[in-house]
């Protein structure tokens, strides 16, 4: 029977609502949507016409504007693969990815934050005590708490906590979360450490390369791929598309199918995805110039920075990702940036542990760009 909501759900709706936001609103830490008309790799056009310089945009190559480049008869898989059949197009897709970055299987998902909850669901179901850094993606944290793992957070690129950590576990098997390149503080693990440490105690190292994939590592192949036993990648970032996969051992495919529910229960990827991989892929292992203009774009901004006169002791950061720990002021600075033309929305706790701004650089920042920004925020600051 069609009807409308009830007024008296309606009300609970908005009552509840409303005091859930107030709670957040008064510790500061209320997010609000900022519509933007259209956005590239370098600027944002708000809705009310203004065009400001973003370093906001995980879109390193400037990828996220190329043309699709294919068709597909199919808008859907319709199905999640263990019910609708497995597409071939989606192997095939996964036989790619698993042949370009030299693992044994890969598989692919709608999205990387399904793909961590995914996993450490699946690792914890076999019985592994897993251990993450406290700056690992909300994704792996949120996978920790809804699959009531065994977990331990360790310091932030804390080899000594690490191995502390390690040390205490004893016998029980564990797996060592890490990120190629840190979403927020822009930093790198240092690889030979920690693959010393994860291989004195036996245990399973774990890499998402969300924001080092296209960008680092010969070819873009991220900075832990290749030594770490299971990687997470995302194509939503320098890939310039949407979606995400999994790099790992013989048994990777069968371990999501019986372990880990974000995988069973969902529809599977579109084989137009699957259709876009390959290309996609190989055509940022050859952007080596790109790679170059970034990389060095990023070490003129931190020159600029410190020249500007901004503390190095508040910022962070060794690549294209450079983070500035600004405290309460954090979204005020960010509001007086945009005044100037310049878009760096304000990241807050719980995603930080104290407020500052994410400035995210791309191939397509010109060095006036990153000039400019670092002397306006040595001025807003
Ligand atoms: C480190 C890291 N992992 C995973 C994700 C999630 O990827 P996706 O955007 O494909 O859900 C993100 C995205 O913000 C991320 O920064």
Known sequence: MRGTPSDSGQALFSRSLESFLAGLGSDGLLRTHRPVTAT??????????????SFASNDYLGLGAMPLTVSSDRSSSSASRLLGGSLAELHRAEEFLADFFGYPEAVLFPSGFQANVALVMALSRMGLVIVAD???HASVKTGLRASGARFHLVNHLSSSHLEKR?????????????????SMSGKSPDSAQLIEITDKFGTILISDEAHALGVLGPEGRGVLTGSAHIVVGTFGKAYGLWGAFILGPVGLHDLMANGAFPYVYTTAPPPVLAALVPERVSHAAQMDGERDRLLHLARRFRQALSDAGVSPENVSGNHHITFVTVGPRATEVSALLEERGLWVPAVRPPTVPVAGLRISLTAMHTEDDAERLASTLAIVL
Do not use: K, N, P
């Not at 590239?40 to 310089?53: A, I």
């Not at 205490?168 to 840190?182: I, Q, R």
């Open 134 to 136: 406290r700056q690992d």
């Open 166 to 182: 390690l040390a205490s576990l004893g016998s029980a098997g564990a797996a060592v979360f890490t990120e190629g390149l840190f």
């Open 40 to 53: 590239d790799g370098r600027t944002v056009r708000l809705s009310d016409g203004r065009t400001l310089v």
